[in-house]
């Protein structure tokens, strides 16, 4: 077993610090050491976007991301979407439009349509579709997960309501 | 026969049924709280990990784990023998239909190993990255055997067997000598050869599908402890709970009261993760047991491709005949299917299925199908949503728009001519019961999408229908109420993708309280009655049967409660709209809430029981239409437009309707146009990833419009009717046909890859 | 007398007919008088005693789900069926 290495970084605002062997991914470290299991495994080899987290605001596949590597960096992952205000206009969007069914897909697509919205205010169906390309979903067929991002375009100049339940 | 008493719901009028509340479990699941299979962590927990077979099919010579044992880090190891007690089961299936040494040596291999990924030992480890490297050090010997991946192959007379003794179950007379057979079975209706001769139209193809996945996203994934009591604790992704349960006590011996299976948020299943043959954990209690610690044991993704259970690819030959008019008259069919590295376990029912519902939306007075079960050097099969169906309907519904085009009809007005109605007789002699078949038909007619004409080059319009039978089965619920009014709610089925809430929503019809008044939960196998798996579209109709009478049960004992407050008898209480009343000397009411307020002092708790296993369920039948454009050069199929119209009974919650369509669908595009598994010559899979099986993303589908047409389903009190399966159904066989219309040829095998269309199409 | 729909793989034993008349209380004992009738009928569709893997019956379009100690009416209809449980 390799030496562990100490890997100091801000995870959803918070200014973290763990040990971690060289040879642990980003997504194992973040369920693994520090227990944030909301990002998933599904693919282990960066082809299904379960694992999608903002990597200094940029969409990573975390699978593919060594947790050394972020040492000194920023991630956000699908627990720091939320805060006190309330669910993230995106994560309302989704429950409005039951864009998820086994909910599996969901972190890393709410994370890769962050990523989208943070950059392009109102983008096009198309434009949606082939960004959200690298996020694979098998249960929804992606039609309400498509049409909860546009409808998350409008909300996110609103105040963030109450969380209703 | 008596007909199905046409569906007179109790209620026409709604208050919650119908309408689109917010999912009890959403906010857990898109804040990333919800707990899915791998999301478990205990003290001293370990992780397992498989040592699979790199061959299609070998015997076993030795295998020796002393040097992965002493590996630092390591705590168990274990192989077949450790399940000594399986030795002596012989080849003879149980009760449940499911033979229990096929099961054993599927989890971890006897003497032969049967598909490239067989699992033969196990290692557990302090860590996933140790169990890696000490399952590299278990040594192997096998002699290699010659693999055969193909059912025509695996039935020529001189194929390998993968059985030595297994021979055709079947209805006819005995056989002795053994092949890759593993069963037979033959419907026959009338008299098909006479009536082909006389029919004006003959139409005859083979066809092939391939073995494709289910696809979840998630892995199949468990931590099991094993304490030194024989007490065995279970968290698992799994359809089933009480399945699961039910299997590892027969696999370990235990009692089942020793089992508590704790079912986790699933993380998709279509039929991939019934518990039936169950792969981890009862390998991982094995471990946990020579451990004494916890074992976590999860699958990589070539790992669930390699060795989980996919669903069967086909090799068919269909034959239909017409008269000028197009009434069909006959038809004909040879169906084999792939049963994967052992025959298939009756459960999954897969050539029943197919053989009773291929031409199920047809009236035909003559016809014979043989349907095959036929073993290969690949994982065993099961279910992909509605099993052997997809694969059935994709010969019938190319040729019934063959015929459709060759008599110059319009392909819905084909089908019109030959609708079936309640009362229709089905080729293995059952009847229809209530269904909504020509409603189907008309609703899609009528459609925007149909009325709307497709110009351009390169491009045509497909369409293509499907039925699937649904399922009841056994299903338990309880209800406590609160002292505030609010409930709580939990049920045995498993939540796939919103159940808990339509279920709610059932109840909270009855109770006449609103859905976000009720808690609603799945229960363990400790904490709720028998339930049986989710699948077979049976939940929104089985347990919300359940939820309803757990509700009236509540209402009954409340109506009590309001007695014993108001001093009248049980009888001058009436339940109406959410309100208690008496008329007896005045009108007294008082709200749901306000008897719940005075339980305590009326008696203590009340808690209503629903324990169902409901029966005449109804059937479902689906159209789709798809428009597609065929580049002429590279042969790729984009589409162009989607439109699912189904029957749906009543839909609960719309929005989640919708979703089962669209998902459906979406999942039948991917076995038309992209996904296949591929061997090489050694029987070695060359494509276990989702890089190269490729499922659909959003780039390659529109939005999916969807239609629902509500014709009330029997012996469900709101007229529900089980929708989840249906629309994978005639995905395929209506992109093939879209195909024809785009660019004059059949593509008569799946997945319809460009390489594949322009191979039709003789470019290449 | 239930009416039993012979399987077509079966009808080697009942000289072609699809369809056969026996007495009986539950579907075991309409199989008992059917294997007096045609011998062999019975050893077609049971394994050690139970309904063969893979084999359900039908009694009036219902799964029987007692199996073979289905009740049986004077005018039923049993069929065999391939098994078809859940997906």
């Not at chain 2, 109840?507 to 859905?515: K, N």
Request: proline share 6%; net charge negative; with cysteine.
């Amino acid at each position: 077993m390799a030496a562990k290495t100490r890997v100091c970084v801000k995870i959803n605002g918070e200014q973290l610090e763990f040990l971690c062997e060289p040879r642990q991914s980003l997504l194992e470290c973040l369920r693994d050491i520090l227990g944030l299991t909301g990002s998933k495994e599904g693919c282990n080899d960066g082809n299904c976007g379960a694992c999608s987290v903002l990597l200094n605001e940029r969409v990573v596949n975390s699978c593919l991301v060594l947790g050394v590597e972020v040492d000194g960096q920023e991630v956000t992952t699908v627990e720091g979407l939320a805060d006190w205000r309330g669910l993230h206009p995106l994560q309302q969007a989704f429950l409005d439009h039951a864009a998820l069914q086994c909910g599996y897909c969901t972190p890393g697509i709410l994370i890769a349509s962050k990523a989208l919205l943070d950059r392009e205010p109102n983008p096009s169906e198309d434009r949606i579709r082939t960004w959200l390309a690298g996020n694979l979903c098998r249960c929804t067929g992606y039609d309400k997960i498509i049409r909860a991002v546009q409808d998350a375009v409008g909300r996110i100049a609103q105040p963030r309501e109450e969380v209703k339940r | 026969m008596s007909k199905d008493k046409r569906s007179t719901p109790e209620v026409t009028d709604y208050e919650v049924v119908g309408t689109r509340p917010q999912r009890h479990d959403a906010p857990d699941k898109v804040t990333g709280r919800a707990l899915f299979g791998a999301d478990t962590n205990l003290t001293g927990m370990l992780c397992g990990k498989m040592v699979r077979s790199p061959h299609a099919h070998a015997r076993i010579r030795s295998i020796h784990t002393a040097r992965a044992a002493s590996y630092p880090g390591v705590y168990a190891v274990v192989t077949a023998q450790d399940f000594w007690w399986a030795k002596d089961r012989g080849t003879n299936p149980d009760e449940s239909g499911e033979t229990i040494k096929y099961l054993h040596e599927n989890m971890l291999a006897q003497e032969k190993v049967l598909y490239v990924g067989h699992p033969v030992a196990a290692v557990a480890a302090n860590s996933p990255h140790i169990a890696e490297e000490a399952a590299k050090l278990i040594e192997v010997q096998y002699e290699v055997l010659p693999a055969v991946t193909d059912v025509r192959e695996a039935m020529k007379p001189d194929a390998p067997l993968l059985h030595e003794h297994l021979v055709t179950q079947s209805l006819s007379k005995p056989v002795q000598k053994p092949s890759n057979i593993g069963s037979h079975f033959q419907n026959l209706k009338g008299n098909p050869t006479q009536s082909f001769s006389q029919a004006d139209l003959v139409v005859e193809r083979e066809f092939t599908t391939s073995t494709v996945h289910q696809g979840y996203i998630e892995p199949h994934a468990c931590t099991v402890w094993w304490t030194v009591d024989g007490d065995l604790k279970v968290w698992t992704s799994t359809q089933g709970a009480f399945g699961m349960r039910d299997q590892l006590a027969k696999l370990l011996s235990l009692p089942m009261s020793n089992i508590h299976v704790i079912p986790l948020e699933v993380g998709g299943a279509f039929g991939g993760k019934l518990p039936i043959y169950i792969f981890l954990e009862a390998v991982a209690a094995l471990l946990s047991r020579k451990a004494s610690r916890p074992v976590k044991m999860t699958m990589t993704r070539a790992e669930v491709f390699l060795a989980t259970n996919p669903t069967s690819g086909a090799y068919m030959k269909v034959k239909m005949g017409a008269t000028r008019e197009g009434r069909i008259t006959a038809v004909q069919a040879e169906l084999y299917f792939e049963a994967g590295a052992y025959p298939s376990a009756d459960v999954i029912g897969y050539l029943g299925f197919a053989t009773a519902y291929m031409f199920a939306p047809y009236e035909i007075p003559h016809g014979q199908i043989d349907a095959y079960d036929v073993v290969v050097n690949k994982p065993r099969t099961a279910a992909y949503r509605a099993p052997g169906v997809p694969q059935a309907n994709f010969p019938v519904e190319q040729l019934i728009d063959e015929m459709a085009v060759r008599l110059a009809m319009d392909p819905i007005e084909f089908r019109l001519q030959n609708v079936v109605r309640e009362g229709s007789e089905l080729l293995n002699g059952t009847t229809h019961g209530n269904i909504g078949a020509e409603e189907v038909l008309r609703a899609a007619q009528s459609s925007n999408h149909y009325r709307t004409p497709l110009a351009g080059p390169n491009r045509g319009r497909g369409v293509a229908q499907g039925y699937w039978g649904n399922w009841g089965a056994r299903s338990s619920c309880t209800i406590s109420v609160n002292g505030d009014g609010t409930a709580n709610l939990v049920t045995g089925s498993v939540d796939l993708s919103g159940t808990r809430t339509t279920i709610a929503m059932q109840a909270a019809e009855v109770l006449g309280i609103s859905p976000d008044r009720i808690q609603s939960n799945v229960g363990d196998t400790d904490s709720i009655g028998y339930t049986e798996m989710s699948g077979g579209s049976r939940t929104t109709f089985a347990t919300g049967i359940a939820a309803i009478t757990a509700a009236r049960d509540v209402i009954a004992q409340m109506r009590g409660r309001a007695a014993l407050l108001w001093g009248v008898e049980v009888q001058d209480v009436t339940f109406e709209r959410g309100i208690f009343v008496t008329r007896r000397s005045g009108e007294k009411q008082m709200f749901f809430a306000e008897v719940a307020g005075k339980i305590a002092e009326t008696g203590g708790a009340v808690t209503g029981t629903g324990n169902v296993d409901p029966q005449g369920w109804g059937g479902a039948f689906g159209m789709h239409i798809v428009d597609v454009q065929v580049d002429p050069e590279t042969g790729k199929v984009d589409i162009l437009r989607y439109t699912a119209v189904q029957d749906v009974g009543k839909a609960i919650h719309p929005s989640f309707v919708e979703g089962q369509i669209q998902g459906g669908a979406v999942q039948g595009i991917g076995w038309g146009l992209y996904e296949g598994y591929q061997y090489d010559t050694r029987g070695d899979m060359l494509n276990p990833g989702f890089l190269d099986y490729k499922i659909p993303t959003a780039t390659d589908v529109p939005m999916i419009e969807t239609i629902l047409v509500e014709v009330p389903g029997p012996n469900h009190p709101f007229g529900v009717r089980g929708v989840g399966e249906v629309p994978i159904i005639p995905p395929p066989a209506a992109l093939a046909n879209a195909i024809y219309r785009a660019t004059g040829v059949r593509v008569a095998d799946l997945p319809m890859t460009p390489v594949q269309v322009l191979e039709a199409m003789g470019v290449i | 007398m239930a009416l039993v729909w012979v399987p077509s793989m079966m009808r080697d034993l009942t000289r072609g007919q699809d369809r056969v008349h026996a007495p009986g209380e539950t579907v075991a004992e309409v199989l008992d008088a059917l294997e007096k009738t045609y011998p062999g009928f019975k050893d077609r569709l049971l394994v050690q005693g139970q309904l063969a893997p893979g084999i359900m019956a039908t009694v009036d379009g219902k799964r029987a789900l007692r199996g073979l100690q289905q009740q049986v009416a004077e005018e039923s209809e049993i069929r065999f069926l391939p098994t078809m449980a859940g997906g």
